[in-house]
T-cell receptor, first 114, second 110 residues
Framework: DTGVSQDPRHKITKRGQNVTFRCDPI?????LYWYRQTLGQGPEFLTY????????KSRLLSDRFSAERPKGSFSTLEIQRTEQGDSAMYLC????????????FGQGTRLTVV | QKEVEQNSGPLSVPEGAIASLNCTYS??????FFWYRQYSGKSPELIMS????GDKEDGRFTAQLNKASQYVSLLIRDSQPSDSATYLC??????????FGKGTRLHILP
């Protein structure tokens, strides 16, 4: 399978714990995007990477959120001191860095903070 | 003004009819436009992309782009119950950031 892969698919954590999600993009895709989606809403932009460089982080994100793409391949998204409001689907997408190219999503990681 | 706007619906269409979904965007220099389909509890699936003014057809789907009006639409012909889903409009800006609308819920009536 050469699609975008996300791990884990589901995560239940207690409030205050740290969680980390992983995304493996499509091979050779140098753009990688993270989104958060809650019920009834469209995907909300969190951050994106060009290879290992983080280009932008949403101003809506608190400092509890951090993302890395250390070798320009897989990426991790960490949430520290989770809150119930962090419960959502976290989506990763990847694409080439050309204008006329599509982005493809992984299956997502559903986070539930209890 | 939101960057990408869609009517949240629900839009109810009889089976076999044409479903018409609309989207407007605010960034005039946006370059690429996409429609994703999302079933409940699943991740978005790309169904159409369009990059230049006019129509683009793929099977039962037609995407339409009017850059002057900053308007994108998706037509689904011969609607099937399996088309019932949320349809997300997405816009790729010049900085390659991809922004999504809230989505339109489509319900095909058998």
């Amino acid at each position: 399978d050469t699609g975008v892969s996300q791990d884990p698919r589901h995560k239940i954590t207690k409030r205050g714990q740290n969680v980390t999600f992983r995304c493996d993009p499509i091979s050779e895709h140098n753009r990688l995007y993270w989104y958060r989606q809650t019920l009834g809403q469209g995907p909300e932009f969190l951050t994106y990477f060009q290879n290992e460089a983080q280009l932008e982080k949403s101003r809506l994100l608190s400092d509890r959120f951090s993302a890395e793409r250390p070798k320009g391949s897989f990426s991790t998204l960490e949430i520290q001191r989770t809150e119930q409001g962090d419960s959502a689907m976290y989506l990763c997408a990847s694409s080439y860095d050309r204008a006329s190219t599509e982005a493809f999503f992984g299956q997502g990681t559903r986070l539930t903070v209890v | 003004q939101k960057e990408v706007e869609q009517n949240s619906g629900p839009l109810s269409v009889p089976e076999g009819a044409i479903a018409s979904l609309n989207c407007t965007y605010s960034d005039r220099v946006s370059q690429s436009f996409f429609w994703y389909r999302q079933y409940s509890g699943k991740s978005p699936e790309l169904i159409m992309s369009i990059y230049s003014n006019g129509d683009k057809e793929d099977g039962r789907f037609t995407a339409q782009l009017n850059k002057a009006s900053q308007y994108v639409s998706l037509l689904i012909r011969d609607s099937q119950p399996s088309d019932s889903a949320t349809y997300l409009c997405a816009v790729r800006r010049r900085d390659d950031k991809i922004i999504f609308g809230k989505g339109t819920r489509l319900h095909i009536l058998p």
